[in-house]
Every structure is written in C-alpha cells, then in structure tokens.
C-alpha cells in the first residue's frame, strides 16, 4: 500500500490555506459527568506580577489526579455531542470531512520531527473519524498532573514550544500564556506570546519550521481520504510512521480490536 514520506524536505514551502477556525458548539466535563454546554468554561486570571508568581503544580497530587480517557474511548465524548447536537440541527455533519481531537493531528503535524504515535480511521457516513490508538501506558503521571494544575491556575499548559505553537495555530488561539517552572515543579514566571509570531521567533537557527509541519499534516489528511476508502463503521485504516514515513493496514470485520465507534453513535446517526 501507498506511503507518505516524512521527508523535512518535502515540506519546505509556504503555509497552506486554512481558514480560521470557528465554534460550532461547547460541551464540559465535570466531575458530574458530561454536560452539553459551557458551565465549566475558564477564564484567564492574569497575574499581578508575572516575573515574580508562586504557583506549586504539585498541589493536590495524586490524589486528585483524573484520567479522562477511564470513561471509554477517546472520541467518546464529541460523538456525545455530536448526537444531541443533530437533534437541533440534523445536517450537523453535512461536508463535515474530518471528526478528531486536536492532539490527534499535532502528533501528526509534528512528524517531520518526532515520531511516536498510531491512530485508526474509520469512514462512516462520509466522514472520516480519527482516533488515538491506546499502546500500554509509559506518561510520567506527575508530568501530566503539572500540565493540568496549570490549566487550573492560568488556563495554559506546560508544552514544548513546537506542540505548543500547533496545538494553538490548529484551532485559531490567538495568545500562548507559557509557565516556567523550576524542576520542583513550582512556576516562577509566566509570559504572554502571540501564536503567530512563534515560528518567526524559533525558525532561525531551529530544527523546527512551522511550514513543514502544517503541509505535512495538510498532506497527511489528504493521504486519509485515499487510503480509507471503505465506507463501512466496522472497518479500520491503522496510520503508523516508521522512519520513512506513514504506513497504512486494514482491519475489517465486526469483532476488530481496533474499531472504536460506538454502537450508541452508529445506531444514532443511522436513524
């Protein structure tokens, strides 16, 4: 089957054309559950002094420590909103091509430079899903409990500059709020960058250029579309990259370990 290289050269070039992201809905997870709306919507908190902050990402750890991902699969909760969502507006999906989570494409859009990722794609209904394909769990559980305490104290994260800028250019962010944070944990400073301006700031002399990521992922997307051809929820396309590039396998049949729409959805979008 057909391969996508990963070559940096390749991707050189401008940008791609994309248009500016816009909301077409909210949901929130709470320790309540799943809730159709923004009740748990945050707000930026700015600090009086940002060179002089004290704020201890290890408070409360691990004892309240959440792992979203206990309560089913990774898309499990957009298709939730995606079902009651069409009980208003029936052509929710209609020239909707892609349904996934922005982590899923910064992994990919990342992949000139770090590999490390499998994701399954399933077409239904014309459109094509892509989910995380879960290997055995090695995160540093403190690293990730850091991430989210700063989500609670500034709404931002501690991210490497690169899947930072993606993960933000992807959905329109305009202003990255980054924390640095001594080996104890504890952020000392924080400071504001505008998300535009971070490739112009990391490109010289970087390893790293914001071009070669986004026409990978743009050719990447495309690479789907020829290869998941088979409009069938049973049916799942595996994207791994090696050191070449993307590779792609199919699983069919009903009893795949890896087909990860659920009935509840399929049964509901059928209807």
Same mark, same amino acid.
């Given at each position: 089957?057909?391969?996508?290289?990963?070559?940096?050269?390749?991707?050189?070039?401008?940008?791609?054309?994309?248009?500016?992201?816009?909301?077409?809905?909210?949901?929130?997870?709470?320790? +309540?559950?799943?809730?159709?709306?923004?009740?748990? @919507? &945050?707000?930026? *908190? #700015?600090?009086?002094?940002?060179?002089?902050?004290? $704020?201890?990402?290890?408070?409360?750890?691990?004892?309240?420590?959440?792992?979203?991902? +206990?309560?089913?699969?990774?898309?499990?909760?957009? @298709? &939730?909103?995606? *079902? #009651?969502?069409?009980?208003?507006?029936?052509?929710? $999906?209609?020239?909707?091509?892609?349904?996934?989570?922005?982590?899923?494409?910064?992994?990919?859009?990342?992949?000139?430079?770090?590999?490390?990722? &499998?994701?399954? *794609?399933?077409?239904?209904?014309?459109?094509?899903?892509?989910?995380?394909?879960?290997?055995?769990?090695?995160?540093?559980?403190?690293?990730?409990?850091?991430?989210?305490?700063?989500?609670?104290?500034?709404?931002?994260?501690?991210?490497?500059?690169?899947?930072?800028?993606?993960?933000?250019?992807?959905?329109?962010?305009?202003?990255?709020?980054?924390?640095?944070?001594?080996?104890?944990?504890?952020?000392?400073?924080?400071?504001?960058?505008?998300?535009?301006?971070?490739?112009?700031?990391?490109?010289?002399?970087?390893?790293?250029?914001?071009?070669?990521?986004?026409?990978?992922?743009?050719?990447?997307?495309?690479?789907?579309?020829?290869?998941?051809?088979?409009?069938?929820?049973?049916?799942?396309?595996?994207?791994?990259?090696?050191?070449?590039?993307?590779?792609?396998?199919v699983h069919r049949g009903r009893g795949s370990p890896h087909a990860f729409l659920p009935d509840w959805y399929i049964a509901a979008v059928c209807r």
């Open positions: 089957m057909e391969k996508l290289l990963s070559d940096r050269r390749r991707y050189l070039g401008p940008l791609p054309n994309y248009s500016q992201p816009k909301e077409v809905g909210v949901f929130s997870l709470t320790s +309540d559950g799943f809730f159709s709306d923004g009740r748990n @919507l &945050k707000y930026y *908190v #700015e600090p009086a002094d940002r060179q002089h902050v004290h $704020l201890d990402l290890n408070h409360g750890f691990p004892k309240k420590l959440v792992d979203w991902n +206990d309560e089913g699969g990774d898309l499990d909760h957009i @298709l &939730k909103w995606i *079902v #009651e969502a069409q009980r208003v507006n029936p052509s929710l $999906l209609s020239g909707v091509d892609f349904v996934t989570l922005r982590g899923h494409l910064s992994k990919v859009t990342c992949t000139p430079y770090k590999r490390g990722w &499998k994701l399954a *794609v399933t077409k239904f209904n014309g459109t094509w899903y892509i989910s995380q394909v879960h290997e055995q769990w090695h995160e540093n559980r403190q690293g990730n409990y850091w991430g989210h305490k700063m989500e609670q104290y500034l709404t931002a994260g501690d991210w490497k500059l690169q899947t930072c800028w993606v993960q933000s250019y992807l959905v329109g962010v305009p202003e990255i709020v980054f924390g640095f944070r001594d080996n104890k944990g504890v952020v000392r400073s924080v400071e504001s960058f505008r998300t535009r301006d971070i490739p112009g700031k990391v490109e010289y002399g970087s390893d790293w250029k914001a071009s070669v990521c986004m026409n990978f992922c743009d050719n990447f997307l495309s690479f789907v579309k020829r290869c998941a051809t088979e409009d069938d929820a049973r049916v799942v396309y595996l994207f791994q990259p090696d050191a070449q590039g993307v590779t792609c396998e």
